[in-house]
């Protein structure tokens, strides 16, 4: 199979799949309103359907999936699409980004169902400060379903942790050690100005640079892993061969490297984390096209991509949020917790 190239040469390798707009936290850097516009119930992707788009997508090239939301726990019956997904050859890795909340009662299912990897999302390991941020009494429920995570069998654990100043930028080396402790290898996120994130402010970010000087402070020696890969995340190894990660997604964007595109739950298809027009695939589906017919939609679209929303952002000489709250509800497609983080 020819491998499809976008404009600047990146390959269409890598899909988000968001499986629900919902979510069970409501984080202050990416949910930070009262009350949303949640997408049409009738209008969310069945099983088979996303089923369908994979194998389309996997036809193109794909063989990376990550499940993702909102958080994608609370979509019923997760598992059933996890089967299917798994039952693929042609997916190579397929994993999940959760908070962790239920995956303390779902890890056995997923992990019997065939899902390769887990990522939870962790920015804290106190529980008033978990409580801020994200506004739900949660952090026991997270931290015992990593927990579970290894308990049902998963390994290459990832925790990721947006860093904020002021926030959690002292909790670093906590964090470290507690992944230390539970086998997980942790990757610190700039903080950045997607969609969603209205209360941003650069003063907020916490560049690579600060982070890797304070964790060399504390730690001694922090050695650049080299590697050849397309991953976001910059790793670095401490004296002790502990490995952790940096996405620099705001103050050194990796977009030349982005071979990852996202399906919102509704089946809106998405070329960049910042674009703001995307492909609408449901609608293609639900009106019968053939599997060809849909191919023709996403191949051509993708070898005309030329999206470097992250570095189009760094370049700007005021930055400030993508989108402020009233054009999110105008259009909910704009939001992370929509497009998938
Ligand atoms: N609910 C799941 C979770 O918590 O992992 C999946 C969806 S969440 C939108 C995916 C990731 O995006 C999380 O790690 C979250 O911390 C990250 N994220 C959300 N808003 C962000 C922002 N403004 N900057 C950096 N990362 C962000």
Redesign the pocket.
Known sequence: MTAHLDKLGRPLRNLRLSVTDR?N?R?L??MPEEDYVWLPREDLLHFEEISTLVDIFTDLGVDKVRL?????LIRRDLPTLVRLLAAKPAIRDLAI???GILLGECAPALFEAGLHRV???L?TLRPDRFLALTRRRALPQVLAGIEAATRAGFSRLKI?T?VLRGTNDDELVDLIEYGKRVDAEVRF??????G??TH?SMDKVVSRREMLDHLTRHYGTVTPVREDSSAPADRFQLGDGTVFGIIS?TTDPFCRSCDRSRLTADGMWYLCLYAKIGTDLRRALRAGASREEVKALIAPTWQRRDDRGAEQRLALAQRSPLAQSNDLRQNPHLE??TR??
């Open positions: 979510c936290l984080c850097y990416c993702t939301g909102g958080e994608p980004t959760t908070n990522t939870v999302s920015d990721d947006v996120i700039e903080y950045m100005d997607v969603g994130a941003w997604s992370m917790h998938g983080g």
